[in-house]
């Protein structure tokens, strides 16, 4: 009896996808629920596991192939019985064994990056929580002959040759998308940015003040993500045309704010979307973006979480940008861009102070925004976060 390996069906907002790999090969066992092929695709790396247990017959898409949604991948033959008496068996003390339960966990980033250093699960030593197996730890598996310090005797170094390499390797389809979207943003839309200032002091004070209460209330971080989403989706139901969006002749206007939260991950810029973010606490923001951030690394994020959205905020702060203008993320209208946290020098009471200062910057469509609009929706997000109290009181 065989059974069919088929390509999940994926969403209308996602064309197509592109086998990545393959974790059995031809003749080998599998067992049902066992992850047997990823598929990579503009947003997400699906997990394909088996239908069910058997012998992997047959590979109809092999890595690197383009499939779409019910493509046949594989063919697994199903066997009566044991799968195959040689594979070892939990308990097995043979000197070849290899118990199932000791082989470290891996996501797909991961399994990415074991195929390009050509090293097996077994040989790297994981570090992350229960026994998972990070990024860092194929780097650091991919050069066992560095010293603990990194550091290199001056007769090794005049060893090493002078080499003039270049290595080329294929974009993901996640870079590509990225780039068709940022291309598509930059030639479709009147794209102006204006920017402003915040005096992080009172956010700062308020933070330190009740970071440790809140964090053994909500069991979750205070950052200052919150306080913007916060004042955002306050923000965005005053000014409902940047929450707008142009469909054709028709601009669309949402009752909901979806905001969407650009996260750096190893494979690239993703932005999960934390849905009616207008009626989110504080404490369901920040689980929120960190449980987002935490299955980002791991590759792990839904296509569902990544599609959809009617605004975007960006950090480029955590990486220490001073100032930028951010790329809208079409069909959006409007993308909130926040930087890193720098003293400064400002005037105060005719006075001259040194204050935590934050750059921000609003870039928005001009043909469904006016610069009226955005810059009080800018200031209004300025307001909010330099007197936390009226995010309170939503005044």
Excluded at 220 to 235: C, D, Q, T, Y
């Amino acid at each position: 009896m065989t059974t069919k390996i088929k390509t999940p069906t994926l969403p209308e907002s996602v064309a197509d996808g592109l086998v990545a790999t393959w974790h059995k090969k031809t003749g080998d066992p599998v067992e049902r629920d066992e992850p047997l092929v990823d598929i990579e695709t503009d947003k997400v790396v699906l997990e394909v596991p088996a239908p069910a247990s058997g012998v992997l017959a047959k590979i109809e898409a092999p890595e690197g192939a383009t499939v779409n949604s019910e493509d046949l991948l594989g063919i697994i033959e199903e066997q009566q019985g044991n799968i195959d008496q040689t594979v070892p068996q939990r308990g097995d003390t043979g000197a070849n064994s290899v118990v199932n339960d000791r082989v470290p966990k891996t996501g797909p980033s991961v399994r990415k990056a074991l195929r390009e250093k050509g090293l097996k699960p077994e040989q790297v030593t994981p570090s992350g929580r229960h026994g998972r197996i990070l990024r860092e730890d194929v780097e650091a598996a991919s050069h066992p002959g560095d010293s603990p310090a990194g550091i290199e005797t001056s007769e090794a170094s005049q060893a090493l040759p002078s080499t003039r390499e270049e290595k080329r390797v294929p974009m993901t389809r996640l870079r590509q998308r990225i780039a068709e979207r940022l291309l598509e943003a930059t030639q479709t839309t009147a794209m102006l940015t204006t920017f402003n200032e915040i005096n992080m002091q009172p956010l700062m004070a308020l933070r330190s003040r009740y970071r440790d209460l809140f964090e053994k209330t909500h069991h979750a971080r205070l950052g200052f993500m919150s306080m913007f989403v916060k004042a955002a989706g306050i923000a965005l139901q005053r000014f409902p045309e940047v929450n707008a969006s142009i469909d054709g002749d028709d601009i669309v206007y949402h009752s909901y704010c979806d905001i969407g939260i650009a996260i750096a991950s190893p494979r690239g810029l993703v932005v999960p979307i934390l849905r009616d973010a207008q009626n989110m606490s504080m404490a369901a923001i920040e689980a929120g973006i960190a449980n987002f951030a935490a299955r980002a690394r791991e590759g792990k994020l839904e296509i569902d979480e990544l599609t959809g959205g009617t605004f975007t905020i960006t950090n480029g702060g955590v990486f220490g940008s001073l100032f930028s203008t951010p790329i809208l993320n079409p069909p959006q209208s409007a993308i909130l861009g926040m930087h890193t946290i720098q003293k400064r020098v400002v005037v105060e009471n005719d006075e001259m102070v040194i204050r935590p200062m934050m750059y921000v910057a609003l870039s928005y469509d001009h043909r469904i925004i006016d610069g009226q609009s955005a810059v009080l929706f800018l200031r209004t997000i300025k307001e909010l976060v330099e007197e936390p109290a009226r995010v309170l009181l939503e005044v």
